[in-house]
């Protein structure tokens, strides 16, 4: 296989810059037609950012307040229950 002559070498170099200037022409018509398709939608996206942000609130105050019922019910009721069952088991059947 022979070496490329300068004038292809040239040539070549020559398609690659055409390729990525077309290559990025094309990135840009791309991201904004991306960018059309999701204005269409930013309204609706909004809503449901803000409800998303809504539910995180609203799961960490269930999860606190579970946590504060069971700090107060835990230590009791489980002795209850205990002794619940101890009592089932002595009336029989259970």
Request: charged residues 30%; negative net charge; proline residues 2%.
């Amino acid at each position: 296989m022979s070496e490329p002559t300068q004038d292809q070498v040239a040539a070549d170099e020559l398609d690659v810059a055409k390729l990525q200037a077309i290559a990025k022409a094309r990135m840009v018509t791309v991201r904004e037609k991306i960018a059309a398709i999701k204005a269409r939608t930013a309204d609706k996206q909004a809503v449901l950012d803000q409800m998303a942000n809504e539910h995180a609130a609203l799961t960490a105050r269930m999860n606190a307040l579970a946590e504060e019922i069971k700090a107060v019910e835990y230590p009791e009721v489980f002795e209850l229950k205990r002794e619940l069952g101890k009592l089932a088991r002595i009336a029989g059947g259970y």
